[in-house]
Each structure stands twice: as structure tokens, then as C-alpha cells.
């Protein structure tokens, strides 16, 4: 599959607009046949006596002769602002700009703007001077950070258009000590259309995948004639999440203009990454063999609990970002103090609930297998078929339970990464390149891992024992085998339950 994201800039026109109170719904185009009138510099602005307020800054998405596709699916854009030094029009510090912002879209050349969007933001300049502050640095450029701009999560139009204004009231202080503004630039950013593709062809193929081999284990556990243990339902339950973030409902945004979907998406990855979680933390404590309450929920409360308030925090934030820009494109949680405190808290009860969600993992880790090498010093007093039979049962476990980690380690650096990818431009000028293989390998190893743990977990009809001729459902000396290690039921313990219990009357 191409790069997941294209980054595209844009650089903005400047446009006279002498009638705006006379036309509210004026849009002004940038090129074209019904052109604006254009300015070239701001000293032009200033000779022919034009007023700050009557310039319109206009951007047209997407650059000329080229159109936007839904197959896109979102569009982000962000903000750089050319700021020259001038010794009377300094930069203040902590200076705010006001940004009376305008979208509107159209399908063809020849029809009228619609509006979707109008709003007065209020954004943060943080930008440094390099050089003294003389007059022999006048005209010399700040160096600033990016300003989020603008987010949609659907791209349902060919083309757009952006009317930016810096409205100036020196009375009230709107626009007052920003530097002499030369120029604004925006950076599009939208996902590539082949690497949609390749992303709904995998959700297409997966989700059948995984529902088939869903049905299968449900039907071997409701063959049995106990009822399912913990283990047995969180397996059941991560395949639904697993089925959730695969069904490819992705295709509807390509004919409807759901701006929803991204808030959507974040919701249903949520949930998957709260249930693998909380299958970590349950798979470990079930294969603990010396501990009494198990199969419960309520037994893992101090595990699940972090998950679950790193899990509320994520959506709140989410809620609070993604949510408000349904209504407002333009909404971005990090301009203002209260907000990117707001945010930050968020983020940090989330991380700190993911640090102490690892320990407590590790530490599980750590009992499981200290458990199971204290175990196999009874191996060798068993029959040759038994021993053999145990062996591949705690061999099978290490195995998985290495799989797991390295999961979890994968799991753990995407969701760092993606959010480091999604975030640099409103922190700072870190940037990393996460290329297509990253998301669909990820994508891949999450469900080959659901697909591979209901398949070795689905409770097995076979009998083992040292008489296998009796031909019944282990009623006699046969044995159920199967991986689950919970409580003694009618069909009997499980294997490594009865391993532990063996060694116990020894």
C-alpha cells in the first residue's frame, strides 16, 4: 500500500473584499474565472489605503485542475503563519490572533459555494526571533510554531474553499501586537486513497475471518456440559471487539458524508484496546494455579480497574477534541490554557494508568511462570503418555504467553507512536514517518492473534488417558483436554488445574 497520509501546502491569497458588510456570503476564490481581486504584498495594502479588515485571506482545496475524492476519508489541516520583525510592530509575548474563519464546498465549477462551516478562533503564536532585535534584522522572519486549524472527518466534496480574516479592533485589543504578518500557509493533510483501499479490502476479508472461527468456539463451549468459564467468555468478548473494529461499515463514507466516522473509529479501537488489556490480566491470573478466586470478575478489580479509567479518560479527551469538531471544524482543544491543562491531565491519568496496568502485568507474568517451573518437577514420575501430554500443555502456555508480550510491546509502541504522528504538529517539530506496513501489520497481528486464541483455546472433545479404548466422553480414565485453567466442573478439571492439584496429594 502508498504512505497512509499525503501532506500537501497550500499558500494563501490574498484577496480585497471592500463589500463584506454589504455581503455576508460573499466567498472570495483565489484563481478562476471569478477571481478576487488580488494583492501582491501589504505594502501595496497600504498605498492604496487599504484596511487590514478588508483583506481576505483565501485558500482553494484542492490546488488547481486536481479534485478531492471521499475515498481521502479526512481532511486535517494545519496553520504557519510568516511573521516579519519590524521594530514599530513587534511581537508581543503570549500574543493571540483572531482568525474569523469560513469553509464552504461545491461539486462543480460552475456552482455556488454552500457553507459549512464559520467561526472567530482564537489561537496562541509561540514563535522565537534567532537574531538581536535591531533595525538591521527588520524584515527578518520569527520562527513559529504550527497552529492547528481545521479537522473534517469526511471528504465528501470535490472542492473546498477557506476564507480566513484578521479582523483588527485596536479598542479591544483583537489582533493587536501579532508582528507584521506577511503571509499564511496551510499544510493539508488527508489519507491516500490507495492505502484505503488496501485498508477496506483487509476489514472486508478479516471480518468474515474472524466471525466464522467466533461461531466455531461458541459452539464447541456450548457442546460441553458445564458452563463457560471467565477465560472462555473474555475470549468470546475480545472476538466481538474484534469483530466491531473489522466490519467494514468504512464503505458507507465513500457515497455518505459522515463526519462522524473518525470519532467513530477512535470509539472502536477504545474498546478493543480495553478488552485485550483486561484478556492480558484475566489469561495470566486464570494459569496462577495456587490462587483461590478465580473465574470471577470481581477478583481482578485492582488490574481492571486502571484500564478502566485510562479507557474513560482517553474518551473524554476524544469527546472533548473530536467531538466539538463535528459541530465546529475549526475547535481545537489545545488553544487555549484551560483546555491543553484539560487535556494533558487526560492524557497523563491515562499513561499513569497505563504504567501501573504494565507493572501489574509483568508481575503476573512473573508468578505465572515461577508457578508452572514449580510444577514440572512432578513430570517425571508420570506415565511416558501423560508427561508428554503436560509438556506440550506448558510448553503451548510459554509459548503464547511469550506471543503475548511481544503483543503487548507492539500494541503499547503503535498507540505511542500514532499519537506522536498525530500530535507533532501541535507540539513541537517532532516528526516521525510511519509508513502503511506499520498500521496494516499491526491491523494483521491483532486479528491473526484473536483468530489463533480462539482456535487453541476452544475446549477440545478429545479423550487422553492411560486407557483410551473405553470409547466414552471421559467418563472413566479418559480426560478432556483443554487450555483453559479454571475451576473443577462436571466435565471434570482442566489440565494444568489438574496437574497442580496431582502434585497437591503427593
Not at 526571533?129 to 534584522?137: A, D, R, V
Request: glycine share 6%; with cysteine.
Amino acid at each position: 500500500a502508498p504512505s497512509p497520509t499525503t501532506a500537501v501546502p497550500y499558500m494563501s491569497v490574498k484577496c480585497i473584499d471592500v463589500r463584506k458588510n454589504h455581503h455576508k456570503t460573499k466567498w472570495l476564490m483565489p484563481w478562476g474565472p471569478n477571481h478576487c481581486e488580488k494583492l501582491k504584498d501589504f505594502d501595496e495594502a497600504v498605498s492604496r489605503q487599504i484596511e487590514a479588515n478588508d483583506i481576505v485571506f483565501a485558500v482553494h482545496v484542492p490546488l488547481p485542475s486536481k479534485e478531492m475524492s471521499p475515498w481521502f476519508q479526512f481532511m486535517l489541516f494545519i496553520m504557519q503563519l510568516d511573521i516579519a520583525f519590524k521594530m514599530d510592530n513587534d511581537l508581543k509575548e503570549n500574543a493571540e490572533i483572531t482568525l474569523d474563519v469560513s469553509l464552504a464546498y461545491r461539486d462543480d465549477t460552475f456552482d455556488d459555494w454552500e457553507e459549512i462551516a464559520r467561526a472567530i478562533e482564537i489561537r496562541k503564536l509561540k514563535c522565537t526571533f534567532g537574531s538581536p532585535k535591531t533595525l538591521e534584522s527588520e524584515g527578518r522572519h520569527y520562527d513559529c510554531d504550527f497552529l492547528p486549524f481545521m479537522e473534517i472527518g469526511s471528504v465528501a466534496h470535490k472542492y473546498y474553499l477557506i476564507n480566513i480574516r484578521l479582523p483588527v479592533n485596536e479598542r479591544k485589543g483583537i489582533n493587536v501586537g501579532i508582528g507584521e504578518i506577511k503571509d499564511i500557509r496551510l499544510v493539508g493533510i488527508h489519507q491516500n486513497g490507495g492505502f484505503t483501499k488496501v485498508w477496506f479490502a483487509m476489514k472486508t476479508f478479516l471480518t468474515p475471518s474472524i466471525l466464522i472461527i467466533m461461531v466455531w468456539y461458541w459452539r464447541r463451549i456450548t457442546l460441553m456440559t458445564r458452563a463457560p468459564v471467565l477465560l472462555e467468555k473474555v475470549i468470546f468478548a475480545l472476538g466481538i471487539s474484534m469483530t466491531f473494529i473489522n466490519i467494514p461499515v468504512e464503505w458507507f463514507s465513500i457515497g455518505f458524508d459522515w463526519t462522524w466516522m473518525l470519532l467513530f473509529g477512535d470509539i472502536r479501537q477504545g474498546i478493543f484496546y480495553a478488552m485485550l488489556l483486561s484478556f492480558w490480566i484475566i489469561f495470566c491470573g486464570e494459569h496462577m494455579m495456587d490462587q483461590n478466586e478465580r473465574n470471577r470478575l470481581s477478583g481482578y478489580w485492582k488490574q481492571v480497574g486502571p484500564i478502566a479509567v485510562g479507557s474513560f479518560c482517553l474518551f473524554i479527551f476524544d469527546m472533548c477534541e473530536r467531538g466539538v469538531q463535528l459541530k465546529n471544524p475549526f475547535y481545537s482543544i489545545w488553544t487555549t490554557e484551560v483546555g491543553t491543562e484539560l487535556a494533558m491531565a487526560f492524557i497523563i491519568v491515562a499513561g499513569i494508568c497505563l504504567c501501573l496496568y504494565f507493572l501489574f502485568l509483568c508481575f503476573m507474568v512473573f508468578q505465572v511462570f515461577r508457578n508452572i517451573s514449580g510444577k514440572q518437577s512432578s513430570l517425571p514420575a508420570m506415565s511416558k503418555a501423560r508427561r508428554l501430554h503436560y509438556e506440550g500443555l506448558i510448553f503451548r502456555f510459554k509459548f503464547l504467553m511469550l506471543i503475548t508480550l511481544a503483543c503487548a510491546a507492539m500494541t503499547v509502541i503503535f498507540f505511542i507512536v500514532s499519537q506522536v504522528t498525530e500530535g507533532h504538529w501541535k507540539w513541537g517539530d517532532l516528526t516521525i514517518q510511519v509508513n502503511s506496513a506499520f498500521f496494516t501489520g499491526i491491523y494483521g497481528m491483532w486479528n491473526l492473534y484473536v483468530f489463533a486464541l480462539m482456535f487453541l483455546y476452544a475446549p477440545s472433545h478429545k479423550n487422553y488417558g492411560e486407557d483410551q479404548s473405553n470409547g466414552d466422553l471421559g467418563v472413566n480414565r479418559g480426560e478432556e483436554l483443554q487450555l483453559t485453567t479454571t475451576i473443577t466442573h462436571v466435565d471434570g478439571p482442566t489440565e494444568v488445574y489438574k496437574l497442580s492439584r496431582k502434585e497437591a496429594q503427593e
